[in-house]
């Protein structure tokens, strides 16, 4: 019983690292939307900023440190590291999320930011 312990804990950890539907379905959707509301000031190829910076690597990224795009004082100033909690707040209403912000495009929609942020983080 002992020696098959280790085995279940490994197949176990296996699957925590599998994608499953729900989430794999979620980035689809998130790329989707990403593609309608972001692509046309962000791009996901780093080093490629646009009115926006690039966004490959984001999670984990602290705001306002990619070289070469432009951001607001109050981004840079915000201390923000991002995380899925932070990218939701920050995307259901910049502004308020980061008074001064130059970011304008708000999405409302608590699915459309969860599949976007899905989306990022598997980038």
Known sequence: MTSARPAMLLAFAALLGAPLPAVAQDAATGERAFRQRCASCHSLDPGQNRAGPSL???????????????????????????????????LADPRKAVPGTSMTVRLADAAQREAVIAYLSGR
Do not use: N
Request: net charge positive.
């Open 56 to 90: 490959a690597g984001v999670i984990g990224r602290k705001a306002g440190s990619v070289e070469g795009a432009r951001y607001s004082k109050a981004l840079q100033d915000s201390g923000i590291t991002w995380d899925a909690r932070s990218l939701d707040g920050f």
